[in-house]
């Protein structure tokens, strides 16, 4: 009974329905659902593309594992550290680095920025080399040779790889006492700009440089570090490797992941993706009041039909399972054409780039094969639904007149 009841709701589906006004309706269902759910695909997949391109501009701001002090800036031991780290057989490279503000002054601009000490090993472990637009990345022959991004260096005007042009950092000098002299304010030091790589939220106002730099600057003794930056040979060992540092490295250690790192960043990101799911979710939750008007239309032209079904005995179940599956016929027919329409629109993006989120920038698409379960849970939990509910007539709406 239950194939019979499946067939006549293919029937209904398919074939020429009684009224122009039921097809229309019916066809109309299907295409209200087909672009919904093409819409909820396509900004998902953007979603997945933005999530995966904000792991490669941060990626060359935070490692695996980042290593700091707990009780201060600077890292006391790092010989011995260094040591541990060099016989770990997870890690593939590390490196130091420095990190305070400064103040930068090129002729008559001045500007605030981030100055990055970092040692040779760096690029091993975050390769922002591989970003550099013009010129090229320090050689670390000279402590004063610097990388810049490309904003700040475009606000202060400093011509790039160019020998005869020099901007200055300052870095205030802690203490108390009598001011004496312009020495005793800060620690300055002219930098030759070698080459430029493009900004974004987590770069902005960065200067990468020499440790050296950093370390003249702050005064600190040679091998310092305010942390320590790893690389893992499998990123996906990060949380074994982690626990396995802590408990080799002793007191006074703190380690993050990126993850950690960018704790408040990626909870950004996530809440957006959530509030942009309920939105399209609640998109096509009224999509299928256009289901709900499908089903009640063609009960009521159908309504002869089932009386005589009735009458030869098909039960009252059955044929209530009939208006159900024409409901999940209509859902399931909607979902495949929207997903399918959704990825062509993903893959017409991904080669063409037509649309952008700047000049330069196209909008980053991914296909994900969650996003299509996604989409489609969503779709069949309100399609199924509402045609349920609204496929529950009671026998004597079809036997009165």
């Given at each position: ?55 490669d501009l941060i ?169 320590i930056v790893i ?71 159908k309504k002869q ?97």
């Amino acid at each position: 009974m239950k194939n019979i009841a499946f067939y006549i709701a293919s029937r209904y589906l398919l074939s020429k329905k009684g009224s122009t006004a039921v097809t229309f309706i019916t066809w109309l269902s299907v295409g209200a659902m087909s672009v919904a759910v093409t819409a909820m695909f396509v900004i998902i997949s953007v979603f997945s593309g933005l999530e995966d391109l904000n792991k490669d501009l941060i990626s060359n701001l935070h490692a695996d594992l980042t290593i700091k002090s707990t009780t201060g800036k600077t890292i006391d031991h790092f010989t011995k550290i260094s040591s541990i780290l060099s016989k770990n057989k997870d890690i593939s490279s590390f490196s130091r680095v420095i990190e305070e503000k400064v103040y930068i002054k090129y002729g008559e601009k001045g500007d605030i920025a981030y100055l990055r000490g970092v040692d040779s090993a760096y690029t091993k472990v975050n390769p922002i080399d591989k970003s550099i637009f013009f010129g090229k990345y320090p050689s670390f022959q000279y402590s004063n040779e610097v990388l810049m991004e490309n904003s700040l260096d475009n606000r202060l005007s400093i011509p790039v790889d160019t020998a005869n042009y020099y901007a200055t950092v300052f870095m205030p000098k802690p203490g108390t006492g009598i001011i004496t002299k312009e020495e005793d304010i800060y620690n300055k030091k002219d930098i030759l700009v070698t080459g430029l790589f493009p900004g974004n939220e987590q770069l902005n106002n960065y200067i990468i440089a020499p440790v050296e730099l950093a370390e003249e600057l702050l005064a600190l003794p040679k091998k310092s570090a305010y942390q320590i930056v790893i690389k893992l040979k499998n990123p996906e060992n990060t949380e074994a490797v982690k626990q396995n540092l802590l408990s080799s490295l002793g007191k006074n250690i703190e380690i993050k992941t990126k993850q950690e790192e960018n704790a408040a960043f990626w909870k950004m990101i996530n809440t957006e993706k959530l509030f942009i799911y309920l939105i399209f979710a609640l998109v096509i939750f009224i999509t299928t009041f256009n289901l709900a008007g499908a089903i009640i239309i063609l009960q009521l032209d159908k309504k002869q039909q089932a009386k005589s079904l009735i009458s030869l005995g098909f039960p009252l179940g059955h044929l209530r399972d009939v208006y159900f599956y024409t409901g999940i016929l209509i859902v399931i027919l909607g979902i495949i054409t929207g997903l399918i329409i959704g990825t062509i629109l993903c893959y017409f993006q991904l080669y063409t780039g037509i649309f952008r989120a700047n000049a330069t920038l196209p909008f980053p698409v991914k296909l994900v094969g969650k996003n299509y379960l996604i989409v489609a849970a969503t779709a069949c939990v309100f399609g199924f639904g509402i045609s349920w509910f609204f496929s529950k007539i009671s026998k004597e709406y079809i036997t009165k007149n």
